[in-house]
Each structure stands twice: as C-alpha cells, then as structure tokens.
C-alpha cells in the first residue's frame, strides 16, 4: 500500500506525528527556552531585574533600557536561538538520512564548506558585493560538500546507500583538507579580513543586528517546517532502504528532499554565526532523551536543545569572563568534544 505523506494537511500530519506526551515535553522545553532567554536579556555587564525586562519588551518607548535590551541584547539572543534551532534540527536529519548517531554537520564537513564558501566570500568579494549574498554562498558551499561526501562515501553494490562509519571517515577528513584551505585563504588575506574571520570561524553572535535575525528566520521558517511535514518519511529512512520501499516510501526522493533541509539549515547558520561545532551532534542525543523517539518530537526537540545549547553558550561567553567577551563556539566545543568522546567509546564494539 502506497502512502502518499506529503499530500495530507499539515495539521493531521503533525497531530498522527507526535505523541500528547513528545507533546507536552516540547512544550517544557519550550518554557525552557524562553525562561533562559529572558534570563539572557538580564544579565551582561549591566544587570536589569527581570520585571524590568519584561516591561521594556512591553513598552520599550517608556524605558531607561530600550538601547541595552532592543539594540544590544535581544537581537543577538534571537540569533543565537536560529542559529542553534537549525543545527539542531539539520544534526537530527542528518542522523535520520545516514543512520548514523555520529553524523552531525560540522563532523562530517558541511558546516566546514558552508564556512569555506564564507571565508572565500569575506575575503575576495566582501568589498564589491553585498553581503546579502553571503548566506547564499554559504548553503551552495555545504551543499556541494555535502555532495562530494556523498560520493566518495557511496559503497557500490551495498544495500544502503552509503555506508554510516565511512560516510563519518570521509567527513572527518574532508573537514580537515576544507580547515586547511580556508586557513590558507585567512593567511593571504590582509590582516583585518583574518582576525575577523578567525573569530568568526570560531562561532560567534557577537555584534550581531536586526537585519541578521531578519536574513536568518527565513530560511529557518521555511526548512523547519519542510522537515515537520516530511517527519513520518523520516522514520522510515531510519530502516534500512528495502524496508522503506516496501512501506511505499519513494527514499531517493524523501532522502533529497531532507538533505537539502539539513544542508540549508547548517549553511545559513554557519553563513550568520560561523562554525558553531558539535551543536549538531549534541542537540540530537539529548532531544531523544526529552522528547523520545517520534521524527516530529526529535525536530521539535533538537530544535528547542539546539537553541538552548547556542543561546546557554553566548550567555557564558558574555558573562563568565567580564569584560571580556569570548565566542559561543568555545564553550560549545568544550562541552561537545568530549561528548563526541563518549559516543565513540559508547561505539567502539
């Protein structure tokens, strides 16, 4: 029997899709989310009592912190949400597509040639084109990486369409060649385009404005929900492809389509924050933890963790080491390296 997923409204998609439980859970981790959030907006160099916060996002005309909350804090935290909302979410597809709980973006060398496509952009073009080509650039980068990976890690006569542990070799050494080569580009560039970019190679919100939440939501409101409504085919990639097929999944189709989601996702974040690593590896882990094993709670979750791990990140990066101001991507990698540890020595039979 043929099941056609994406022809049904999205309504009932997502009511078959996710469990009053995975729902209820989500809706935590939301309250979560907005709780750190508003916790974000008090803290920093100078501290704003909660009502107060509350009452400048109400009534910012009235209020004596509308330039530290509006211009300098809120529009930075919002981006940091996107940014760990989409790889959140690309880490949980990715996973799904290769059936692999290493695979993440940044592991496996997406967000490496989302940031390669950046660094070129930044340092060649940066000066004679608007930087509102710059996401573009970023996802076609990732995107032609991801392909690359594809093939070199495709197995000829295997029954799966690629094979997890070389998929993740593959990356990991790809990942390596694409660092050395934007290291290089930084290295022949003048000085202020390298320290700029360094930092930013590290995953960075800092600076970041209006018009920076504005490029990004877009292409965050646009993917996630693609992922959501294609969340039951997501299940059944996670089988192996004769399963699927028989099961009335068109793979080749659904597998493209969720790629191009996960692609998309990490390639505007990387384009907006820089290379934010192993928020994609982690994010997943824990969302199954939360929310369960349902396609549409794991994208609801890795989401929400994603967004929580970024914005979490940045806050200790703005306040831990005052009045230095230190990258989200420290933080991130410090506490996702030895996670990516522990998952291999979880593996290692």
Same mark, same amino acid.
């Given at each position: 029997?043929?099941? =056609? ?13 996710? =469990? ?34 509350? #009452? ?8 004596? =912190? ?79 990486? #991801? ?124 384009? +907006? ?9 982690? #994010?997943? =882990? ?20 994603? #967004? ?31 996670? +990516? ?9």
């Amino acid at each position: 029997m043929t099941t =056609h997923y994406l022809f049904r409204s999205a309504s009932e998609t997502l009511a078959l899709a996710i =469990h009053r439980q995975t729902f209820r859970r989500c809706l935590a981790l939301l309250g979560l989310t907005l709780t750190l959030l508003l916790f974000y907006l008090c803290l920093g160099s100078t501290r704003i009592p909660p009502m107060d916060v509350l #009452a400048t996002l109400l009534s910012p005309e009235t209020s004596e =912190h509308r330039f530290v909350i509006q211009t300098l804090r809120l529009p930075r935290g919002l981006l940091a949400l996107l940014v760990g909302a989409g790889l959140g979410v690309s880490g949980a597809l990715l996973q799904q597509i290769v059936r692999n709980p290493l695979a993440s973006p940044d592991i496996i060398g997406i967000s490496d040639g989302a940031a390669l496509g950046a660094v070129l952009f930044l340092a060649w073009l940066a000066g004679t084109v608007s930087l509102t080509w710059l996401p573009p650039v970023a996802i076609a980068s990732a995107a032609l990486t #991801a392909t690359v990976i594809y093939i070199l890690a495709w197995t000829p006569g295997s029954t799966s369409a690629v094979a997890p542990i070389r998929l993740v070799l593959v990356g990991i050494a790809l990942a390596a060649a694409l660092k050395a080569v934007a290291t290089l580009v930084l290295v022949m560039s003048p000085l202020s385009t390298t320290v700029q970019a360094y930092i930013w190679l590290t995953g960075t919100v800092y600076g970041a404005q209006w018009k920076d939440v504005t490029g990004l939501l877009p292409w965050t409101l646009c993917l996630i929900p693609v992922a959501l409504l294609a969340a039951r085919a997501l299940t059944l990639l996670g089988m192996n492809d004769e399963q699927s097929r028989g099961l009335g999944l068109a793979v080749g189709h659904y597998r493209l389509l969720l790629l191009a989601c996960s692609v998309g996702l990490a390639g505007s974040a990387v384009a +907006f924050a820089g290379g934010m690593a192993f928020v994609g590896l982690m #994010a997943p =882990h824990l969302a199954r933890r939360i929310t369960g094993q349902t396609s549409t709670g794991l994208i609801l979750g890795a989401g929400l963790t994603g #967004a929580c791990l970024v914005l979490l990140a940045d806050l200790l990066g703005r306040v831990a080491f005052l009045p230095q101001d230190l990258p989200a991507g420290i933080f991130v990698s410090g506490v996702g390296a030895p996670f +990516f540890i522990y998952l291999l020595y979880r593996r290692r039979s």
